[in-house]
């Protein structure tokens, strides 16, 4: 039996399934190539923790305690009205070392087939582009986009290692120059999507992406899991960590749905925002 959670805002109040909840936002229709809908999804904890750092090696890792089923099938929902996956460098490094599981791509596992029927019903590719952003392009790639026929891209700056972006393009992979220094800005990133016909953009990513495209104001729409749960830990990242956003943080509540029973029956709301201005 699917989950059950409440939809409260804009209301009325009403019971719903969980599942299909984030399908029915049909994100994959609302970008065009000129425009790219660009939307990223996080979990934090009541006290703005996305992620721990280990304090021994430094290494960042997502505590058991903020994940959930449910936000993984709300997550997986969103991922699969992708054309195009953002990633970035620091998560290739750690499918490579263990530490995080490779989902870079849709409806492969047996659990979730009903997305890869969803993304045929719609008539889209049958598995996103890859792009992954890197300042350094210092990071193993997987093999898996390779064994699913995903295309790959590479975001870095123009003043990136010229030697590591020829090793890159002699091995086949596109190199996109998006940023006057050596890391990658949102807007000329998002332009160069666009430009290829991308039209739904999901970061799969980390603070410093969302940093970029809250500044050149280039996110749609930020998908936000609370668990209700204070999580402490002195060494932590949060959703961004830079300079004052100023106006361009500012965002507007678009749908609100609350979990009862998970994590671990503490509770988790399910938040949509949208740019204020």
Known sequence: MTARILELYPGPVQERALEGTYLAHRVHEL??????????????????RIALRDG?????????????ANDFRLFLELQAQ??????HGGYMRAIAEGRLKDI???????????????RRAQGMDEQPAVMIVSASLDFPLPESPRWHGQRVYIATGETADPNRVAALRARGYTIIFAGRAAAVE?????????????????????????????RDRVLSRLYLTVTHHIMGGAAFHTLVSGPEL??????????????????????????????AG
């Open 31 to 48: 970008g065009t190539p000129q425009v790219p809908f660009v939307y990223g999804n996080f979990v934090a904890s009541l006290d703005g």
């Open 56 to 68: 021994v090696t430094g290494a960042s890792y997502l505590p058991e305690a903020l994940t959930s």
């Open 82 to 87: 992708a054309d195009c996956l953002i990633t």
């Open 104 to 118: 870079l791509q849709v409806g492969i596992r047996e659990s979730t087939r009903d997305l890869a029927a969803w």
């Open 186 to 214: 949102g807007a000329p990133l998002v332009r160069a999507l666009g430009a290829m016909g991308y039209r739904s953009l999901y970061l799969l990513a980390g603070p410093r992406v969302l940093e970029t495209v809250l």
């Open 246 to 275: 100023g106006d361009a943080g500012r965002l507007r509540l678009r749908s609100l749905y609350y979990d009862a029973t998970a994590p671990q029956r503490a509770g988790q709301w399910f938040a949509q925002f949208e740019p």
